[in-house]
């Protein structure tokens, strides 16, 4: 059973250049989101979404794009990178039946933007 | 706005310590309540939950009850190993179909031998 994975784990970026993290789940949720970790800032909610299709904005949205055409997948977008966004990025899945609350992360994916 | 404030890290102990570490939380309504454990190198996974008043989520040792009369939902451990050297979120979820996680900023426990 493979989670959340999240593609790549390292990436160094110049700023201005775009990239997209991956991030897919194979456990038929419906909910996904993405997250950004920096030192003493916990995590903060970037973008989430409810079902394919649905995409919404969370705390800290600006430089990021995402979108949901599939429930497995959901790839987050830095259409021009700039050094603000070095940080370490998670995806997160649950589901929205179970109602639980238990989020399902990603190993992680470590972007610097030089 | 809903929002945690969990105490400030790094904590130290000696392994066999007992470990407590505060959590707080506003919110409105009923939240249910999270405390999740990162791993060095990991992504985060869920420690323990309560999701109603005075409710005890407990799990690997670690226990933490939901006090709506205090807003805390504080972790604690009686005897703590040196496997448990992590970070520890305090999250919490209110309610709606969205029910995005809000996590307090963490606290690096590091159990020295």
């Given at each position: 059973?493979?989670?959340?994975?999240?593609t790549p784990k390292f990436q160094v970026l110049k700023t201005g250049q775009s990239m997209t993290l991956q991030c897919a789940q194979d456990m038929n949720?419906?909910?996904?989101?993405?997250?950004?970790?920096?030192?003493?800032?916990?995590?903060?909610?970037i973008h989430y979404?409810?079902?394919?299709?649905?995409?919404d904005q969370g705390e800290v949205p600006n430089g990021y794009n995402v979108s949901r055409s599939t429930t497995e997948d959901f790839p987050l977008r830095l259409l021009s990178a700039a050094p603000s966004q070095t940080s370490v990025y998670f995806c997160a899945s649950r589901s929205a039946i179970a109602n639980t609350g238990e989020l399902f992360f990603g190993e992680g994916s470590r972007l610097t933007v030089l | 706005g809903n929002s945690v404030t969990q105490m400030e890290g790094p904590v130290t102990?000696?392994?066999?310590?007992?470990l407590t570490i505060?959590?707080?939380y506003t919110a409105t309504g009923y939240p249910s309540l999270f405390w999740y454990v990162q791993y060095p190198g990991e992504g985060l996974q869920l420690l323990l939950k309560a999701t109603k008043a005075d409710d005890k989520g407990s799990n690997k040792g670690f226990e933490a009850t939901y006090r709506k009369e205090t807003t805390s939902f504080h972790?604690?451990?009686?005897s703590v190993q040196v496997s448990d050297s992590a970070v520890y979120?305090?999250?919490?979820?209110?309610?709606g179909s969205q029910g995005n996680l809000i996590f307090g900023k963490g606290t690096k426990l590091s159990v020295k031998p």
């Open positions: 059973n493979a989670g959340v994975t999240q949720h419906e909910y996904m989101s993405w997250y950004r970790q920096d030192p003493g800032m916990g995590l903060r909610l979404s409810v079902g394919a299709g649905i995409t | 102990l000696s392994e066999e310590a007992f505060n959590c707080t972790l604690e451990k009686g979120f305090c999250a919490l979820r209110s309610g």
